[in-house]
């Protein structure tokens, strides 16, 4: 199915809980904080489907708001339910 055929809120939806349970997994993370970052309106967790970036200065601006949404410190279903699925 060619990407632009796919939903991609859902796919974006999915794809932050698979990253948070994952880090859940791995207790890089704890269950309370999957259900607060799954609570709010925006995750920060994104899924591109546009063409692949052609320059360094995307990547860098990209790579730096990836690090910027790991160093920074909203009712979601319990983790646990969440990430069995």
Known sequence: ???????????????????????????LISDNDVVQIL?????????WLGDPFQDEQSEKFVARLVRRSFSEGGSAPNAKARCAS
């Not at 199915?1 to 207790?27: D, H, I, N, W, Y």
């Open 39 to 47: 609570s709010q309106e925006h995750t920060g967790l994104n899924v």
């Open 1 to 27: 199915m060619p990407f632009k055929q796919l939903e991609q809120g859902r796919l974006t939806e999915r794809f932050g809980e698979a990253v948070l349970c994952s880090l859940a997994k791995e207790q």
